[in-house]
Nanobody
Framework: QVQLVESGGGLVQAGGSLRLSCAAS????????MGWFRRAPGKERALVAR????????YYADSVKGRFTISRDNAKNTMYLQMNSLKPEDTAVYYC????????????????WGQGTQVTVSS
């Protein structure tokens, strides 16, 4: 079992910054990669960024490249998403997720999910 808890969401003005955190607990040794997803109003959930927990290989959606930075602290079993230059279109519920295999990551299949944290960016 792995449990994920997000924190750090909130309301900010356009151009502002937030840092999201995802704390993992349980049998975290099986985790291969962790990622941040978001679901904007009226849209499907989409991958924002992901990071492998060993090599630190990262991926970013085109919409957030240059603005968001994903990182992890393996000793603390915590993943972060630093979000800068926020735009109203970044408004969404952000979810932390963990995958236990590279095949799953390649397929976009993640095994564990957090409850989500709301990020709202005002104009």
């Amino acid at each position: 079992q792995v449990q994920l808890v997000e924190s750090g969401g909130g309301l900010v003005q356009a151009g502002g910054s937030l840092r999201l955190s995802c704390a993992a607990s349980g049998r975290t040794l099986r985790n291969y990669a962790m990622g941040w997803f978001r679901r904007a109003p009226g849209k499907e959930r989409a991958l924002v960024a992901r990071i492998t927990l060993s090599g630190g290989s990262v991926y970013y959606a085109d919409s957030v490249k240059g603005r968001f930075t994903i990182s992890r602290d393996n000793a603390k079993n915590t993943m972060y998403l630093q979000m800068n230059s926020l735009k109203p279109e970044d408004t969404a519920v952000y979810y932390c997720a963990a995958a236990t295999s590279p095949m799953g990551v390649g397929r976009g299949e993640y095994d564990y999910w957090g409850q989500g944290t709301q990020v709202t960016v005002s104009s």
